[in-house]
């Protein structure tokens, strides 16, 4: 067959960003220049969540998961000598997702681009932040009007762009089955769809331009058959509403347009050679299928569940999707399961269940409805919860974590400290100097007048757009665009969900969580508490709370009181909580890399206030040099990916408790 003949490979990305608008422009122009085909840009945490790198929660965090993004003058270094008319972008953002590409089009138009040429995908998606990842930062009502403005703004002006990006990626690593995965994603943009159609910024006539740029990015786990189905009955599904729901009789317009990552949080830190093979498996999934095959992949690297991954780490990836659609000959034939009874009656499945819960949620009110009750979060973490017990009782079985985990010496890990890539810790002072002096420099007076002009548009019913654009060609930075909308929104704590998740891991006699749960109990009355207490803290920025959730989950199944207030606190916050709620033991979960600045900072405040024989324990994605330090500063004990073993954490917990507390040990297996 001759190469032309061939279906055109789909987009290539590696996500990528990291330290300064410089260094991620230098690691873009490298990527672009080994075949990647598309850009995937990683924001950091303060960028995504609305803040200015010298605000105190940007603490520790600016750099460090993404680039830092403050202004137009970062963006045009970004992007510079990348010709934006020419680039496909996919940007991940959210609750400033409008922001960002407000300062991308800017630039676009120094460069002398016409804007509507412009190709690439915002993410866009709240709902599945409120859920699972944790980058919100207004109330739902509020953040469907910046995702409504935002898909009208685009499908006018910017008419190849993808607006939003309807994210079930991370429901599948917060817990969600395929059910859940399809249906929470469909329901998600069900309600997107209701809110443009019902705001009359576009006319009936053209709402399928609308429908026509809803893009999916979505998760491949390593549950190869069940992930190719669900693709196929995701556009099943997505068909069937935007006909019936929506009247789209374009079947172009209709199409089921999707990009993937493949799971990232389901590789593994134990033997993460393995890691490679779960990363091709993952990647047929979303690409042996020609009838539901992404349009754009981007895969993680081997490492990740160790740290940042390297550039070579990250070329790795690229060249496993460049192998497969250049060398082999997937490409050359029809769809190869077109006809599979078993794939028809697996997709059919799907799609009754699918139907049926989006119904449900249709009931309560449609999705923003049920994110605020908490429905939605209780049932990712309840799901998530059954995950991790399957898990630890053997029945879910993970190579090299609970079987076959016997190994001989890992010569890429050999040297583990230079198997993963470190930002510079002096970077933040720097990104902080050049926000200084950029608000120096700048016409403050337009910058303050577009600001004002922001809010009062945000008080009436404008579309946010046109005053964005303004902000950013005056010099309006990222946190003084997000506090003019948080002065005029407020600001959301989504439910946690951890309350309300039922009993996952039985404590009948005899099993681990009995042994467990009679640690703590006689650990409290020999301490005359009552019940032990539990703080569960997020410091920072990180909103990435499947970890903590499970914690508290299982350690309120042992008997502990949990005092666990989700995400997005200051060292500060947590150890007031610790003093008020006279806790036990503190617990801090932190996957952004930040542990260094503020895991310090809570031990120094809790000695400060004359609390330092309240033990801390710490988990999250920690390289050895880094925990061997927090341990010499005073941490108790660090978990990381490999601690996998949520109830024996528990019980280490306990024996913490009890070695701060100066009893005994309980000579209780656990």
Not at 81 to 99: F, G, H, K, R, V
């Amino acid at each position: 067959m001759t190469e032309r003949q061939k279906d055109r490979p789909w987009l290539m990305r590696t996500y990528a960003g990291h330290s300064t608008a410089e260094a991620s422009n230098e690691l873009y122009r490298r990527n672009l220049a080994k075949g990647q085909t598309g850009l995937s840009v990683a924001f950091d945490l303060p960028t995504q969540t609305g803040y200015d790198p010298d605000h105190i929660l940007a603490r520790g965090e600016v750099g460090r998961v993404g680039v830092p993004v403050s202004h137009l003058g970062d963006m045009r270094r970004l992007f510079q000598d990348i010709p934006l008319e020419q680039m496909n972008t996919s940007m991940t953002i959210n609750a400033t997702a409008m922001w960002l590409l407000a300062l991308y089009q800017v630039v676009a138009e120094e460069q002398g681009a016409d804007v509507t040429r412009l190709q690439g995908t915002t993410q866009n998606d709240i709902v599945k932040e409120y859920l699972s990842r944790g980058t919100h930062v207004f109330p739902p009502g509020p953040s469907l009007r910046l995702t409504t403005d935002m898909i009208t703004y685009t499908v006018n002006n910017i008419p190849k762009w993808n607006p939003i990006n309807i994210c079930s990626y991370h429901l599948q690593e917060a817990g969600a089955t395929p059910v859940q995965e399809i249906s929470y994603a469909m329901s998600t943009a069900i309600a997107v769809l209701d809110a443009v159609r019902d705001s009359g910024q576009v006319p009936e006539d053209r709402f399928g331009e609308v429908v026509a740029r809803i893009s999916f990015f979505v998760n491949a786990g390593v549950r190869f058959i069940e992930e190719m189905c669900k693709m196929r009955a995701f556009g099943r599904i997505w068909d069937k509403v935007t006909r019936e729901r929506y009247g789209i009789e374009n079947a172009k317009q209709r199409r089921f347009r999707y990009g993937v990552q493949v799971n990232s949080l389901g590789l593994t830190e134990a033997q993460p050679e393995n890691n490679v093979q779960r990363i091709v498996l993952e990647m047929l999934a979303v690409t042996l299928s020609k009838d539901a095959r992404a349009r754009a992949v981007q895969l993680p690297a081997w490492n990740e569940a160790l740290g940042l991954p390297r550039p070579w780490d990250q070329q790795w990836s690229l060249r496993i999707q460049q192998v497969l659609a250049h060398e082999s000959d997937l490409l050359e034939y029809e769809d190869i399961f077109a006809g599979s009874h078993v794939v028809e009656a697996k997709v059919d499945a799907l799609v009754e269940e699918c139907l049926a819960e989006i119904d449900r949620i249709q009931e309560m009110g449609g999705a923003m409805a049920a994110v605020e009750s908490g429905y939605l979060k209780s049932q990712l973490v309840s799901s998530h919860a059954e995950r991790r017990a399957r898990i630890e009782a053997g029945e879910e079985k993970i190579v090299g974590v609970n079987i076959f985990q016997s190994t001989e010496e890992n010569p890429l890990t050999a040297d583990l400290d230079t198997a993963i890539m470190t930002v510079d810790p002096a970077n933040e002072a720097r990104v902080v100097a050049a926000l200084h002096e950029w608000r120096d420099n700048r016409d403050e007076a337009r910058a303050q007048e577009t600001l004002a002009a922001l809010k009062a548009t945000a008080a009436g019913d404008g579309n946010l757009f046109a005053a964005t654009l303004e902000c950013a060609r005056a010099g309006v930075t990222t946190g003084e665009w997000a506090w003019a909308l948080r002065d005029v929104f407020g600001e959301f704590r989504a439910p946690t969900g951890v309350s309300s998740a039922p009993v996952a891991v039985t404590a009948e006699a005899g099993t681990p969580l009995a042994l467990v749960r009679e640690k703590v109990a006689r650990t409290a009355e020999e301490l005359n508490a009552g019940r032990l207490r539990l703080l569960v803290g997020k410091p920072g920025l990180d909103g990435h709370s499947n970890g903590a959730e499970q914690i508290a989950v299982r350690a309120r199944d042992a008997g502990f009181e949990v005092v666990y207030q989700g995400i997005r606190l200051t060292p500060e916050q947590i150890v007031n909580a610790a003093l008020a709620e006279d806790v036990h033991c503190v617990g801090l979960s932190i996957l952004s890399g930040s542990h260094a600045e503020l895991v310090p900072d809570v031990l120094d405040r809790l000695r400060e206030a004359g609390a330092a024989d309240i033990p801390v324990i710490v988990g999250g994605i920690i390289p050895n040099a880094d925990a061997a330090e927090l341990k010499r500063a005073g941490v108790a004990a660090v978990f990381t990916p490999k601690d996998f073993g949520i109830t024996e954490i528990i019980g280490r917990i306990v024996d913490e408790i009890r070695k701060a507390n100066k009893l005994d040990p309980l000579e209780v297996p656990a």
